[in-house]
């Protein structure tokens, strides 16, 4: 609709007498939300009557000392009326700032607009002069009364033109019905209103400390609105003292706050104004209260009238600041900015949508669900009775293990604030309205936190600003930040759900950067949010991005003899009290991350492209803790089930960190990167000649020794003897597409893992990682902390630049866990038992050659002393051959025109076919026997065999002749039956 000015405008030219707003109609579409059920109050006999048509006389405001008097008529907006006679009472024109039309426009055109501040804007609204009336036909003529809100004296028409406007801003008159004192008065003013609850134990503590009473006599100080209600679920003090004569849920503005020094002592006193025309104060110093005969030098210092104290309700009483206290539920101040006074105002508004609507941080969480902060809690068991912290414990000599950090509360909007000089701000946050058309809906708790940071890191980390976890050493936050202050701890904060909630007289340094952090309290409680900071010097206010996103589904699961329910890396031994290793651990669901993109040596270059990536992973569960499957469930798992009336405890969820597994492809590109960027070159731009140092060299050897060993040259021996057992572990091959997965996790390797203490969630958070570590990838394995736990679960990667995540191939590879023992150590076939090693079937389920990786590894940790004491006996290889029964027949298989029946013993850690290794295809009934073993017999261990290949294909132990009976696969959730990977 065109302003009020161009519609005057339009009158005139029309020759048209009144406005007449088909906005807003004269009719029951603007009365009630539903017109075919009206509300209880409604009256069927309603006229729309303009002012001059009750009352001839009539202004905006009439100067009779009643000004600002005010009754309530059919609908429940004592709310409104009270916050309109607050700021009648205040000596600042807020009502008259209300109006934005000339003084005689309502009565020339019939036309007027109000200003309020709703949901972070003004808006202006325009409405017409006809306002909704009772009429009652008597024997002296025709009655009409205003069917609401309006003024004690009939001629002052401000209250029912708010109201009308108000009500046109939100739909309905019905609309209007119950509401909130501090609402109203932010909407009327722009400011930021507190609602201070008396009867809270930490308000009586500051009414007798002084802290409140200061605290009043400021606000006065600095013109701030003012005003005092008594809650009639609370009508009572806590002496049990009636009202004396004040109402119930209407609000008393203040008008003074005074100390006078009487005969026996300093009496603190405020002054109230008594807006409804009733309900005077009977109380000590009120009117009528010998008080003031007692102390004739107060009433000479108030300069208290004779005529004031006649008993009769007036318009103002005194009260003593105690009994204020203790009478009055409710302190309502609106807090004030004016321009004048050098105030600034800034403003950002925001949503709350998906992952956004993050939720408070966890301890505020239990804080809210009755746990006190800093409060110790008894440990968890699990379902053995251990402590939870077992799991963390066991970690430790392998992992770096942290305590949970914040799963969701990062994900929050965030704003960071820099200011250059020492500067006073007060922060508003306020959800969007929840009056609207259709309904009255509820506030839901909201809050948000502060955080500052010294300048000096925050610089340094200009490229991460985001808070990612709220301090604490083991949180992984980068250090360096500090929470600030809280809106939950704002001495004024209500326990109940506000529309607004602030932090008051903070003060800011420049020697730090601030983040802000709005938040529903409840997580995914979506909705439209407002922030504001009222500073009194200029401030720089922005919002940081939203963080970059990856979900990926998993689960942990056993179907027939594939299993990714591998449980955790390390174990307690409670028997021996100390942590061993979990040799199903690389059967759980593994992903690699890496950047999002190759990095080019553009990139160091380009000064926009980020040289860090901050990094926080969640692993959610999406069974709630129960089975992921009930279809699948079996006999074993019902032991614990509510069948048997025993509840099975659910297991804890955490997840491991480390770097990835890289093919020999992968290892010679990144070598080759690192190369080029550490090269030296002359002031010219020309490369320098380096000397390659011993470390490199020895790097060099042994890569030559590895490739001759799976070229099956046997000099390569002398060359891994003279260089030891090596960290191989993390070594892997591609095969086509197919990358093996990890295997175990070595003390030297860097890795961390999170501390198993929730059920539920479960997150790690990394600060700056590296985008030279990341393009060679870092392994994110999610385990429960028993094996054999069945569950769903979600891995949320969220980031601050984009990254790529990508599991593991889990349909063509499978890795089983075996052991030599005493029977099956057998050694190589220069032993005579060689034969009685473990011996595995692999069929291929493919009509042509296939490439296939086979590869044999063990725990570096757990072979370490054995092959110290003996590098020879304890080598290790694999034969493969033709048939279910050991043999050596060069002639069955062949690698480059070569037969190639067996790998070469080597004493590392792990041995491997060669590159593009080929098997053909074999009948139905024929399968290939692998056969793990030591050089020399009587070598006991656990091992790993694993097998990926570009091809379905079936891996089993032969039964009874070695393996372990636990076994698993890498994936088969496509398998179609026992053994079969398609």
């Not at 007027?112 to 202006?124: I, L, M, S, V």
């Not at 593009?916 to 790993?944: A, H, R, V, W």
Request: some cysteine.
């Amino acid at each position: 609709m065109s302003d009020e000015d161009e519609i005057i405008m339009r009158l005139e030219t029309q020759g048209a007498k009144y406005f007449v707003d088909m906005d807003f109609p004269t009719s029951d579409d603007s009365l009630y939300r539903l017109k075919s059920q009206p509300p209880p109050y409604a009256n069927p006999n309603v006229a729309w009557l303009r002012p001059h048509e009750f009352e001839d006389d009539n202004d905006y405001f009439k100067d009779t000392g009643k000004t600002g008097d005010v009754k309530v008529g059919g609908l429940n907006t004592n709310y409104l009326a009270s916050a309109l006679a607050m700021l009648a009472s205040s000596p600042l024109p807020f009502v008259e700032n209300l109006f934005g039309s000339g003084v005689n426009d309502y009565k020339k055109y019939g036309i007027y607009t109000c200003r309020f501040y709703k949901n972070g804007n003004w808006a202006d609204v325009i409405c017409d002069t006809r306002l909704p009336c009772n009429v009652e036909e008597t024997a002296d003529g025709v009655l009409s009364e205003l069917c609401y809100t309006s003024c004690a004296d009939k001629r002052e028409v401000f209250v029912p033109f708010v109201e009308k406007a108000y009500a046109k801003l939100h739909g309905t008159y019905e609309s209007l019905n119950k509401g909130s004192i501090s609402e109203a008065l932010v909407d009327l003013t722009g400011a930021s209103c507190d609602k201070i609850n008396l009867t809270s134990e930490k308000v009586h503590s500051s009414v007798n400390s002084g802290y409140l009473w200061d605290e009043l006599v400021s606000f006065h100080t600095k013109q701030f609105v003012m005003g005092c209600s008594i809650s009639d679920s609370e009508a009572t003090s806590e002496a049990g003292e009636k009202t004396k004569g004040l109402l119930t849920n209407v609000a008393y503005p203040v008008v003074d706050v005074r100390e006078v020094q009487s005969s026996t002592g300093i009496v603190k006193f405020v002054k109230f104004r008594n807006p409804w025309g009733k309900g005077g104060w009977e109380g000590d110093w009120g009117a009528g209260s010998s008080k003031w005969d007692d102390y004739p030098e107060v009433q000479a210092e108030l300069k208290v009238d004779d005529m004031d104290l006649d008993g009769d309700p007036k318009a103002t009483f005194w009260m003593n600041f105690t009994d204020l206290s203790l009478l009055f539920t409710k302190l309502y101040v609106c807090r004030t900015f004016p321009d004048e006074m050098g105030w600034r105002q800034y403003c950002c508004t925001g949503d709350w949508v998906g992952k956004t609507a993050g939720g408070a941080p966890i301890k505020n969480m239990q804080a809210g669900a009755g746990k006190k902060l800093g409060e110790e809690e008894k440990p968890e068991t699990d379902k053995n009775g251990k402590g939870v912290t077992s799991i963390a414990s066991a970690l430790k000599s392998h992992a770096n293990v942290r305590p949970e950090s914040d799963p969701f509360w990062f994900n929050n909007p965030q704003f960071q604030l820099r200011v250059t000089t020492k500067t006073r701000v007060h922060i508003s946050l306020t959800q969007q309205d929840r009056r609207i058309r259709s309904q009255l809906r509820e506030n839901y708790p909201i809050a948000f936190e502060v955080v500052k940071t010294k300048r000096i890191v925050a610089d340094l980390n200009k490229d991460h600003p985001r808070i990612w976890d709220l301090g604490g050493s083991g949180s992984g936050s980068g250090g360096g930040e500090e929470l600030a202050c809280e809106s939950i701890k704002n001495f004024y904060s209500s326990h109940l759900p506000q529309r607004e909630v602030s932090v008051c007289d903070f003060d800011l340094d420049p020697n730090y950067v601030y983040n802000i952090i709005p938040h529903p309290v409840q997580r995914m409680r979506e909705g439209k949010f407002f922030l504001r900071v009222f500073s009194d010097k200029d401030i720089l206010l922005e919002q940081i991005g939203d963080t970059s996103s990856l979900y990926l589904p998993g689960s942990w699961d056993k179907i027939n003899d594939c299993d990714t329910s591998g449980g955790p890396l390390r174990s307690f031994d409670e028997k021996n009290k100390k942590g061993k290793d979990n040799p199903r651990w690389c059967q759980n669901p593994q992903f690699v991350l890496t950047t999002a993109k190759p990095r080019s040596a553009h990139d160091d270059e380009d000064e926009d492209a980020p040289k860090s990536v901050d990094i926080k992973i969640v692993v959610r569960r999406t069974d709630s803790g129960k089975k992921a499957s009930k279809s699948r469930t079996s006999r074993d798992d019902r032991k614990g089930s509510s069948m048997t009336g025993v509840e099975k405890k659910q297991p804890f969820v955490g997840v491991n960190v480390c770097r990835a597994p890289m093919s020999e492809k992968d290892i010679k590109v990144a070598s080759q990167r690192r190369r080029q960027q550490d090269a030296k070159i002359n002031a010219l731009g020309v490369r320098l000649p380096t000397k390659e140092s011993s470390l490199k060299a020895q790097r060099r050897k042994m890569a030559a020794a590895q490739k001759a060993a799976e070229e099956g040259d046997e000099d390569g021996d002398e060359i891994h003897d003279s260089l030891g057992t090596g960290p191989t572990d993390n070594k892997t091959v591609s095969t086509g597409s197919i990358t093996d997965r990890k295997m175990t996790i070595n003390k030297e390797e860097w890795s961390i893992s999170t501390d198993y203490t929730s059920k539920d969630v479960t997150s790690i958070f990394m600060k700056k990682v590296d985008v030279e570590t990341l393009s060679d990838g870092l392994l994110i394995v999610p385990t429960l902390s028993e094996k054999g736990a069945k569950g769903g679960f979600t891995l949320e990667i969220h980031t601050d630049y984009p990254v790529k995540v990508n599991e593991l191939p889990e349909a063509r590879s499978k890795t089983l866990t075996g052991e030599w023992t005493e029977t099956t150590a057998g050694g190589s076939h220069l032993n005579p038992d060689w034969k009685k090693n473990p011996k595995y079937q692999l069929k291929l389920h493919s009509s042509e050659a296939a490439n296939v990786k086979i590869m044999l590894s063990r725990n570096e940790s757990s072979w370490s002393k054995e092959c110290t004491k003996d590098s020879i006996g304890a080598m290790m290889g694999f034969y493969i051959m033709l048939g279910d029964k050991p043999n050596r027949d060069m002639g069955n298989i062949y690698h480059d025109g070569k037969p190639w029946n067996e790998s070469a013993f080597v004493p590392l850690h792990s041995v491997t076919t060669p590159d593009n290794f080929m098997l053909p295809p074999l009948q139905d009934d024929e399968c290939y026997t692998i056969m793990p073993c030591t050089f020399d017999g009587g070598k006991k261990g656990s091992f790993f065999l694993s097998v990926v290949s570009e091809v379905g294909f079936g891996l089993s132990v032969k039964g009874g002749e070695g393996g372990k009976k636990d076994l698993g696969g890498g994936g088969g959730r496509r398998q179609t039956k026992l053994g079969r990977i398609d």
